[in-house]
Nanobody, 124 residues
């Protein structure tokens, strides 16, 4: 089992920045892929960003490209999501995800482990 704990959410004004962190524990040696998804009220979870644990290959949703950066610290088993130029429509609960392997990094069904989520609220 792998446990994921997110932190760093909060309330920010439009145009501001936040950095989310996700600390993994347990059988972290299983992990090859980690990602972030978000769920706005009344909507389905949507892909935000993903990164491979080894090579650091990244993928982003079109809606966040150029504004969000995903990174990882292998030694700390932690993945980060640096969010800049935040918009009201970025408001959502953000979930950290992890999996041994995924066929598509933007497919939520491929991720085995999920954190509890952290709320990000962007005021307009």
């Amino acid at each position: 089992q792998v446990q994921l704990v997110e932190s760093g959410g909060g309330l920010v004004q439009a145009g501001g920045s936040l950095r989310l962190s996700c600390a993994a524990s347990g059988r972290t040696f299983e992990i090859n892929n980690m990602g972030w998804f978000r769920r706005a009220p009344g909507k389905e979870p949507e892909f935000v960003a993903a990164i491979t644990w080894g090579g650091g290959t990244t993928n982003y949703a079109d809606s966040v490209k150029g504004r969000f950066i995903i990174s990882r610290d292998n030694a700390k088993a932690t993945v980060y999501l640096q969010m800049s130029s935040l918009k009201h429509e970025d408001t959502a609960v953000y979930y950290c995800t992890a999996s041994p392997n995924v066929a598509r990094p933007d497919d939520k069904t491929g991720y085995v482990y999920w954190g509890q989520g952290t709320q990000v609220t962007v005021s307009s």
